[in-house]
């Protein structure tokens, strides 16, 4: 199975909160990633949060990280129709060379 | 700033035929490159990665090859496509090949029929 897992559909109304869960099974895992894809289109990086940080906010994101759990969440406030995508979550290993992603999180948003 | 290049965004070509894909990355010397492929409802596959010009290392044994004749320029092929090459192609490019993240090209469809 994937190194990295994640449910993959997501359906919310507009203006809620959206939660896209991940779980991990690597506890060496140092960075951790989101990535955003829309139709046919390439990745484009979200956020990231260091394995030694418990929560990051950027603006509508907040990123949190229960490293006991091995549990990594991405959390978008007041969701909008643009931010259906695929959302991606991805790690990379201390002394690793490759960023291991999971299969991606399609999110819709329906107004 | 630094920009990466990938071409083309579609492609449809038959069982048997060569592949060549394309990218480029401006704005930075000697970077980190990368090709991935992406399934239908599936996660990222790193296929080749390359640390410098002529190095390639590949992840999985496949039906493609990669070359990196340039700095800046990483280049996906295959001389016989099979049907299972179909899928989403994407170039990526970073500096440290440790612990930094990754950007990504805008991605070729590919379709093999």
């Known amino acids: 199975g994937e190194d990295v897992e994640q449910s993959l559909f997501l359906s919310v109304r507009e203006g809620d909160s959206s939660v896209i869960n991940c779980t991990y099974t690597?506890?060496?895992?140092?960075?951790l990633y989101w990535y955003k894809q829309e139709p046919g289109a390439g990745l484009q990086l979200l956020t990231y949060?260091?394995?030694?940080?418990d929560m990051k906010q950027d603006q509508r994101l907040t990123v949190l990280l229960n490293k006991k759990d091995k549990h990594l969440s991405l959390r978008i406030a007041d969701t909008q129709t643009g931010d259906s995508a695929i959302y991606f979550c991805?790690?990379?290993?201390?002394?690793?060379?490759?960023?291991?992603f999971g299969a991606g999180t399609r999110l819709t948003v329906k107004p | 700033s630094q920009t990466i290049h990938q071409w083309p965004a579609t492609l449809v070509q038959p069982v048997g035929s060569p592949l060549s894909l394309e990218c480029t990355v401006e704005g930075t010397s000697n970077p980190n490159l990368y090709w991935y492929r992406q399934a239908a409802g599936r996660g990222l596959q790193l296929l080749f990665y390359?640390?410098?010009?002529?190095?390639i290392s590949s992840e999985v044994p496949q039906n493609l090859s990669a070359s990196r004749p340039q700095d800046r320029q990483f280049i996906l092929s295959s001389k016989k496509l099979l049907l299972s090459d179909s899928g989403f192609y994407l170039c990526?490019?970073?500096?440290?090949?440790?612990?930094?993240?990754?950007?990504f090209g805008s991605g070729t469809q590919l379709s093999v029929l």
């Open positions: 949060i260091f394995s030694n940080m």
């Open positions: 690597d506890s060496s895992s140092t960075y």
């Open positions: 990526a490019w970073n500096v440290d090949r440790i612990n930094e993240k990754l950007f």
């Open positions: 390359s640390v410098g010009i002529g190095q």
């Open positions: 991805a790690e990379t290993l201390y002394n690793n060379n490759d960023m291991r």
